[in-house]
């Protein structure tokens, strides 16, 4: 979990005797376990006998964490909660393109504003990019933060202590670019993104797409779903180019290197299921579920 450098998560202080890392696996097997049972709704009594925890100890631990308690994550997991996600999000992202929200310069829930590399600079595999990178606590596990003096370029998602491969996987990205470890320099970067009291419209966090046009297309589309709601493929496919192509708009957003902060987590399914996500499906409902408790 948090822990802030100036402490990000002094409201999800750790059970006693446990870690934050201790209470942050406590919550995605609550979260996995509520996902798997939502279809017979689950009592509190259930899901600590699960992990192994009071049923009090469940509730403050879920609320602390997410904001909401875990009845109300299990009702907003459910299959009527998403449809109607799925059902408000032509109208939402209508809106947000005629707003114009869609440019370079728009502020979404994070307050980003973006800038794309140009073609020639993706197609180099990021030659002679100097990227730093470093791994710092999360509500949603440890995070590996990737910067260029541009801006954020890199966010992802460390899974059962593995740095290496969630280096890997976004060295993989940038083939040729020179990545440098340094806690220091994307400490502050990790503080913005995870703190909600540090998203500001007077100091917005500059991010920076590394991308194919198209790729970086979809990614701007991301970045105009609000926090707490939802958009389909379909849905996303129709604003970028034709219906026809959400196939090719899932492959995009399977690409986003900004997790989060780009938030594919925020697609679903035409039917309203959450389907896959590249940090993990479990990783993807905690994230929905911890806005939801900051929005509804």
């Known amino acids: 979990m948090l822990q802030r450098a100036v402490d990000i998560t002094a409201d999800i202080a750790p059970l006693p005797g446990s870690s934050p890392a201790d209470d942050y696996e406590r919550v995605t097997a609550i979260v996995a376990f509520i996902s798997r049972r939502w279809r017979q709704q689950p009592s509190v009594e259930d899901i600590a006998a699960h992990v192994g925890l009071t049923a009090t100890q469940v509730h403050q631990l879920f609320r602390r964490w997410a904001g909401l308690t875990p009845k109300a994550f299990l009702q ?3 299959l009527d909660a ?3 996600m799925v059902r408000d999000t032509p109208s939402l992202l209508d809106a947000a393109y005629e707003l114009g929200l869609s440019g370079p310069g728009r502020l979404h829930d994070l307050f980003v504003t973006h800038e794309a590399m140009s073609p020639g600079e993706w197609k180099s595999g990021g030659a002679g990019l100097a990227m730093t990178y470093g791994f710092h606590p999360s509500p949603f596990g440890e995070a590996i933060v990737v910067t260029t003096p541009r801006g954020l370029a890199g966010l992802g998602f460390v899974d059962s202590g593995d740095r290496v491969s969630a280096l890997a ?3 993989s990205r940038w083939r040729n670019a020179a990545f440098k470890p340094d806690q220091a320099a994307t400490a502050p970067v990790a503080t913005r993104v995870f703190d909600p009291a540090r998203w500001s419209a007077e100091e917005p966090l500059r991010i920076v797409l590394i991308g194919t046009d198209w790729e970086v297309r979809v990614w ?3 970045l105009a779903i609000p926090m707490g709601r ?3 493929y379909t849905g996303i ?3 970028v180019c034709t219906a026809r192509a959400a196939r090719a708009v899932g492959a995009a957003v399977g690409k986003n ?6 938030p594919c987590h925020r697609v679903i399914g035409k039917s309203g299921a959450l389907t896959g996500y590249h940090w993990g499906l479990t990783r993807k409902q905690a994230m929905l579920g911890w806005e939801l408790g900051r929005t509804g």
């Open 76 to 78: 907003a997991v459910t």
């Open 82 to 84: 998403a449809k109607r």
């Open 169 to 171: 996987d976004m060295q």
């Open 220 to 222: 701007e589309a991301l």
């Open 230 to 232: 939802a958009a389909t």
């Open 237 to 239: 496919a129709e604003k």
């Open 257 to 262: 290197p900004i997790s989060f902060v780009v």
